[in-house]
């Protein structure tokens, strides 16, 4: 835990929409989609760059979470989007991953 991190602190006492081992999911406080959700993983890596840190296991979890998450809010189809780095769009850099389904605004970021 990075205790200036937002999302650290997010994932020990925020809101969660769904929480898996090892990850949540909340609600973006800026939808830019009729659904517009953030999956987390519990441990502080920055960026999707650091990806090699969670063992395979943990990525093939992450992203069936990612998945599960979705399908648990009825959507069939959506966007799942990673933001990387400033130049990316990324703002909070705790790695997220973005669900949106239902109409949509732009991307995020
Ligand atoms: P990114 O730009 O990819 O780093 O995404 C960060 C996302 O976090 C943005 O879509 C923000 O709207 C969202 N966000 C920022 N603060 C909060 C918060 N307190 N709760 C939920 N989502 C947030
Ligand atoms: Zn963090």
């Avoid at 989609?33 to 987390?40: C, F």
Wanted: charged share 25%.
């Amino acid at each position: 835990m990075s205790s200036d991190c937002l999302f650290c602190q997010l994932v020990s006492e925020g809101d969660h929409v769904r929480k898996g081992e090892g990850f949540v999911a909340i609600n973006d406080i800026n939808p830019q989609a009729e659904t517009h959700l953030l999956v987390l993983p519990e441990r502080h890596v920055p960026t999707f760059r650091e990806i090699s840190e969670f063992s395979d296991d943990e990525a093939k979890r992450m992203l069936e979470f990612v998945a599960e998450t979705a399908r648990e809010q009825g959507l069939e189809d959506y966007r799942v989007v990673v933001n990387v780095g400033e130049g990316g769009g990324q703002t909070v850099f705790h790695l997220h991953w973005h669900v949106l389904g239902g109409r949509m605004g732009g991307l995020p970021g």
